[in-house]
Nanobody, 127 residues
Framework: QVQLVESGGGLVQPGGSLRLSCAAS????????MGWFRQAPGEDRAFVAA????????YYADSVKGRFTISRVNAKNTVYLQMNSLKPEDTAVYYC????????????????????WGQGTQVTVSS
């Protein structure tokens, strides 16, 4: 089993930055694809960003391209999401997910392809 714990959320003003972390335990996720998703109140969970096991491929939702960056340090079993130029519409609970069987590029944005999920961390962008 894999346990995922997100951290780094909080309240930030529009235009500000936050860095989310996702620490995995239980087993190594160095061979797993990792993703970030978010869910705002009253909305469905949405894909934000994903990264291949090696870090060589990254994928982003159009709404965050150029503002968010996903990265990973396999030696630390940790994935990060650097969020810059935050907007009020980025307000949501952010979830980390791990997928041991994701290979096709089209699978990275589909939550159903991830086997393990964290509990989420709240990000609020407001003045």
């Amino acid at each position: 089993q894999v346990q995922l714990v997100e951290s780094g959320g909080g309240l930030v003003q529009p235009g500000g930055s936050l860095r989310l972390s996702c620490a995995a335990s239980g087993r190594t996720v160095s061979t797993y694809a990792m993703g970030w998703f978010r869910q705002a109140p009253g909305e469905d969970r949405a894909f934000v960003a994903a990264i291949s096991w090696s870090g060589g491929s990254t994928y982003y939702a159009d709404s965050v391209k150029g503002r968010f960056t996903i990265s990973r340090v396999n030696a630390k079993n940790t994935v990060y999401l650097q969020m810059n130029s935050l907007k009020p519409e980025d307000t949501a609970v952010y979830y980390c997910a791990a997928g041991p069987r994701i290979g096709r590029p089209t699978d990275y944005a589909a939550g159903g392809h991830y086997d393990y999920w964290g509990q989420g961390t709240q990000v609020t962008v407001s003045s």
